[in-house]
Every structure is written in C-alpha cells, then in structure tokens.
C-alpha cells in the first residue's frame, strides 16, 4: 500500500482490500519486464487485480509528457486511482526503458508499517 497520509481513514477490511492496488500494479510492472509494452494489456492486468474496487482510471503515461502512449518504447508510468470506501487513494508504478529493455521502478517497499501510519492510528 502506498505511503498516504489518506491511508489513515481506511478500516482495517477496507486497508486489506486497498493492498491489491500495489499487487495489481506488481503484477503489471512483472509483464513488462518480460516483454509486454501493449497499454491495452498492460491496462487489464490492473484492472483484472481491482476487481470489486471502484476505479476511477488506470492509465499508461509518458514520463516527460503525462500523455497517453500506444505502446511502451519510451520511460513512461502505469496510475491508478481507485476508491475504497470513501477514501480515493492513487498509485503508480515508473518504466525505464533502453533497447535492452525494460525496468520497472517499484518504489520503496517497507517490511512493516510506516510510522507514520502507527503515529495516526494511535
């Protein structure tokens, strides 16, 4: 799950639910290191792992531009924003890409929660 000062207005149900947004886009970023640059497919595998949330958009983007791109050949970023219950969270997952391929930026990934998520619970 993100990092989000909005992840504090999550239940623990809905915290739980909201992790399949990070997987979704794990899942994708996998694709495109084994070779998938379709927009389309990468789109669906997203969409596919936020089954039951309501998505507001998942989009592939050019990294200098924000624009739609048709197909991957360039650095770009695959967001999502989705609601879960009341609370709209946002994610993203970066692509390099260089003519040996393609590299997905996953972020920071931390083993337990951060503490500034147990401060705002408390």
Do not use: C, H, Q, W
Request: net charge negative.
């Amino acid at each position: 799950l993100a990092l989000s000062s909005r992840n504090v207005f999550l239940s623990d149900e809905e915290r739980t639910r909201a992790l399949a947004i990070s997987g979704s886009l794990m899942k994708a970023a996998d694709a495109v290191e084994r070779g998938e640059r379709s927009p389309r497919v990468l789109e669906a595998i997203v969409r596919a792992g936020l089954a039951g949330l309501e998505i507001d958009y998942v989009a592939l983007a050019d990294a200098a531009t924000a624009r739609s791109v048709e197909t991957l050949v360039a650095d770009a970023f695959l967001a999502v924003a989705v609601r879960v219950g009341t609370t709209r969270l946002i994610d993203n997952v970066s692509f390099r890409v260089s003519a040996d391929g393609a590299d997905a930026e996953r972020g920071m990934l931390l083993d337990a929660p951060s503490i500034l998520y147990e401060r705002d619970r408390s």
